[in-house]
């Protein structure tokens, strides 16, 4: 699966895109989870689990460059079909006779991770989907009628009288005939007049390797059901493992055009047109061509995208997200908008669509795909997968359902709900995913863009760091770099960051420092010298600090689940990080010693740095702002091998 490899194409295939819409009746569906039966075994031996494995992953690939349908056979001895002993695994898959490509790719994608959720332990396995089903057992059923287990779902909408019943069947059983007899395809559909201005659309279909005679056989079968489970909707559809049958009030398929006289005259009609649109577009991008700086020619190939990060179509996005509209939206990014979705399965997801006008051009959206990718921590939010169809960029993430830190620490009410216990909580799992990033990782990450609304909390409230932007290479033993753009957000940036552009770990651990001080206090750093205290918050925490006076920073909202050693402890090593000279600063891997320790005697900071562009109390962020984002202003990010 390759995006355009060549740029001058982009006139003919915009061109051809509007063609391929005009003659098209009804876009793919998204696939609506249906159902799933596992037979688990305590006694399925490893190699099994192996091979299980490796069928799942053939799926996952071979699935996007068939017609919709395969099987094989995954043994660990090479054994064929006719392996028996026992740790062969038979696997096959089909998706509905319309749904290829990207979107019998992606369902199926969808059930192989679902699979392995349910079945983990399963020596047999079925999942269906609406638009597709993945099946595995370590018996043999190529080409054999499977009838068991069935399963059937029914809408809300009754049939107007018990006659119906009988016309339904005999709408089918025509079906029936035309799949297996007339067309001998393994499948058909049909719209059916049914009267009083109404349609009601069939489909059956079968495995695609089974003859005619057995697709008849089980299509009857699931035939024989519908009295018994369904007669009395309009709505319904019956499934075995080697056949289904549907029908609805809604059209649920896409059929193409069976006139040819008709598709002809919408060809030539098309091509005459929109052949003049191309030659005019294709001119005009020629002359633009030359303008255009050369790094965007790179090739964006999913395949090389793919690793370990699934692509989404994106149809599936754009259904998600209701076609991004302004209710989906959570916010709008320095790269921009970040909206909330929710996927056919029922699960929450945050989408980044990143703006034409970001600046973030094909080579630096690829490089973060394939690093934020491997980044695995249960403190740094998650990236799921990746689109880049229709010349969109779009990054999907966990959606974080109580939003970000700053959404509570500074609301009057909501930052009662934060206990002392839980903001100690909190200020550990943020020093974990910095440890991550900046010395478990594969690559030393520097954020540089830490902050409240950077922090995301989950459904239990555990912090996880989001936004890790556009991540760039550094020659080995790089320690330190400099750059002439500034990203970031004042109030949060080390000085050395904000004046010179230089940064490095240390510049990560001054923002820590500020996050902590306001964690404690509930009050920004910007805008806190135009309190009644007259000075920024760091000098302000210093002062006190020496005066001997810690508890008086602390938050009113503490006052009843504080424990002072606790409290001190953490202003002294937020004072430590904030230090002028980052040399004094102590790195992440001490800061996260010292909050676990007891023992370890901490240094006496000196000197804070002086707040770094002071603004108002509704600060302006070279990030961008948020309201209640899942994934919130971009960031760039910088990664420097060991």
Known sequence: MRMETKNFMTPLRISLCFILLFLTTTSAQAPVYSYNSCMNSTSISPTYKTNV???????TNDSSISKGFNYTTISSNNGGDNDGYGD?????????????????????????????????????????????????????????????????????????????????????EGLIT???????????????????????????????????????????????????????????????????????????????????????????????????????CFSVYCFLYRKRVRKDEMMLD??????????????????????FSKASKLGEGGFGPVYKGILPDGRQIAVKRLSQFSGQGSEEFRNEVMFIAKLQHRNLVR????????????????????????????????????????????????????????????????HRDLKPSNVLLDDEMNAKISDFGLARAFEIGQNQANTKRVMGTYGYM???????????????????????????????????????HGQSLLLYAWNIWCAGKCLELMDLALVKSFIASEVEKCIHIALLCVQQDEADRPTISTVVLMLGSDTIPLPKPNHPAFSVGRMTLNEASTSGSSKNLSINDVTVSTMLPR
């Open 494 to 532: 080390a000085p050395e960051y904000a004046m010179e552009g230089l940064f490095s770990v240390k510049s990560d651990v001054f923002s820590f420092g500020v996050l902590v001080l306001e964690i404690i206090t509930g009050n920004k750093n910007s805008g806190f010298h135009l309190l009644e």
């Open 53 to 59: 494995k490796s069928l799942l992953s053939w799926i």
């Open 383 to 446: 990236l799921l997968a990746c689109c880049l169809q229709e010349k969109e960029k779009i990054l999907v993430y966990e959606y974080m359902s109580n939003a970000s830190l700053d959404s509570h620490l500074f609301d009057d009410e909501k930052k009662k709900q934060l206990d002392w216990k839980l903001r100690l909580r909190i200020i550990h799992g943020i020093a974990r995913g910095i440890l991550y990033l900046h010395e478990d990782s594969r690559l030393r990450v520097i």
């Open 178 to 280: 035309k799949a297996t007899i007339e067309t001998k395809q393994f499948w058909a559909v049909e719209e059916f007049d049914w009267g009083d201005n109404e349609t009601l659309y069939g489909w059956v279909q079968c495995d695609r390797d089974l003859p005619s005679d057995e697709c008849r056989k089980c299509l009857n079968a699931m035939l024989e059901i519908f009295p018994q489970c369904c007669g009395t909707k309009v709505q319904w559809a019956v499934f075995a493992p080697t056949c289904g049958m549907r029908m609805d009030d809604e059209k649920f398929y896409q059929k193409s055009d069976d006139n040819g006289t008709s598709t002809s005259r919408k060809l030539i009609i098309s091509f005459s047109v929109l052949g003049s649109v191309a030659l005019l």
């Open 302 to 323: 999913e395949e090389t995208l793919n690793g370990d990060l699934p692509t989404i179509p994106l149809i599936t996005i754009l259904n998600s997200t209701n076609n």
């Open 88 to 172: 062969a695994v038979y696997g096959l898959y089909s998706c509905r006779y319309d749904i290829t490509g990207y979107f019998c790719q992606f369902c199926l994608t969808t059930a192989v991770n679902e699979i392995s959720r349910l079945c983990p332990d399963s020596v047999t396995a079925i999942l269906w989907y609406d638009v597709c089903i993945l099946r595995y057992s370590n018996q043999s059923f190529h080409g054999k009628v499977s009838l068991s287990p069935t399963w059937n779902v029914t809408g809300p909408r009754k049939i107007k009288n018990s006659t119906e019943t009988k016309r339904i069947e005999d709408a089918m």
